[in-house]
């Protein structure tokens, strides 16, 4: 396993949150705290509806906390709107702009305009996307345009990078190709990732840390260490312990349906 960086890239100290309706309040965050490592890969799983999604859009800043504090690299941040990459289930490329000008969103929004053709053009080679900047998203694969979209939130300039299930969409042999494909890119990058799946064996595969939503609202997360050293491939799941790690999750997950 890499080495972890001691500085933190995320916090979250004493995080509330709820919703409300015409009932209410609907706690889904009670006095939340957990930290990520500068450079760390760390997954998050639980059941459908559990609050993983609510803790991506509290730390994108879609929503406002109730109370508490968001810290990213150890400083507090009100506004975190563009401060981090995040990269949602759906890609959500623009039909009518190509691939360069899709990848090269973020650098507009933050006025970088000089940065968009040097930069965006080294990166997709580096993605594998050269030959296609002046395709549109209708003529791309699946695993080509969730490349796009990846590539699109590294462009936001920040070390911490959200990933909302990605490869959900995909078919088994496109998604264990991007599994790969996503740490190598992780590892030439050395930025920081929070990754939500349903998947057990991806978060094994991919993660240093598992964190598992056990109840809800979300007092504590249940923090897992995988047990594979890095590089990995995908034989190494085989691995008795890691074997035996799943079993026991899958059957966490199998008592609370």
């Given amino acids: 396993m890499r080495e972890q960086n001691k500085k933190a890239a995320l916090q979250f100290k004493n995080v509330d949150f709820h919703y409300k309706n015409t009932e209410g309040k609907i706690p889904i965050l009670k006095n939340l705290n957990f930290s990520v490592a500068d450079g760390e890969f760390v997954s998050i799983i639980g059941a459908s509806g559990a609050g993983k999604s609510t803790i991506?859009?509290?730390?994108?800043?879609?929503?406002?906390?109730?109370?508490?504090?968001?810290?990213?690299?150890?400083?507090?941040?009100?506004?975190?709107s563009g401060k981090v990459g995040y990269m949602p289930q759906q890609d959500l490329l623009m039909p009518w702009r190509t691939v360069q000008q899709n990848a090269a969103l973020p650098l507009e929004l933050k006025k970088e305009n000089h940065l968009d053709r040097k930069t965006v053009k080294n990166l997709l080679e580096a993605f594998g996307l050269k030959g296609y900047e002046n395709k549109y998203p209708h003529e791309l694969s699946g695993g080509m345009r969730?490349?796009?979209?990846?590539?699109?939130a590294t462009l936001?300039?920040?070390?911490?990078?959200?990933?909302?299930?990605?490869?959900?969409?995909l078919d088994a042999m496109t998604k264990?190709?991007?599994?790969?494909?996503?740490?190598?890119q992780w590892e030439q990058q050395q930025s920081t990732i929070l990754f939500?799946?349903?998947?057990?064996?991806?978060?094994?595969?991919?993660?240093?840390?598992?964190?598992?939503?056990?109840?809800?609202p979300i007092t504590a997360?249940?923090?897992?260490?995988?047990?594979?050293?890095?590089?990995?491939r995908q034989q190494d799941l085989d691995k008795k312990e890691v074997t035996e790690l799943k079993n026991n999750l899958l059957e966490q997950f199998r008592t609370r349906v």
């Avoid at 969730?146 to 699109?152: A, E, P």
């Avoid at 264990?176 to 190598?184: A, D, V």
């Avoid at 997360?221 to 990995?232: A, C, G, N, S, W």
Wanted: hydrophobic residues 45%; proline residues 3%; contains cysteine.
């Fill in 176 to 184: 264990l190709y991007m599994q790969e494909w996503l740490l190598e």
């Fill in 196 to 216: 939500i799946t349903h998947d057990i064996s991806e978060a094994l595969f991919l993660s240093d840390r598992i964190f598992v939503i056990t109840e809800t």
């Fill in 56 to 80: 991506f859009r509290l730390i994108v800043g879609l929503e406002a906390l109730t109370s508490g504090s968001i810290c990213l690299n150890e400083k507090a941040v009100d506004n975190r």
């Fill in 221 to 232: 997360l249940k923090e897992i260490e995988v047990p594979l050293e890095r590089p990995r």
């Fill in 146 to 152: 969730q490349r796009v979209s990846f590539l699109r």
């Fill in 156 to 169: 936001s300039g920040s070390n911490v990078l959200l990933l909302d299930e990605p490869f959900s969409a």
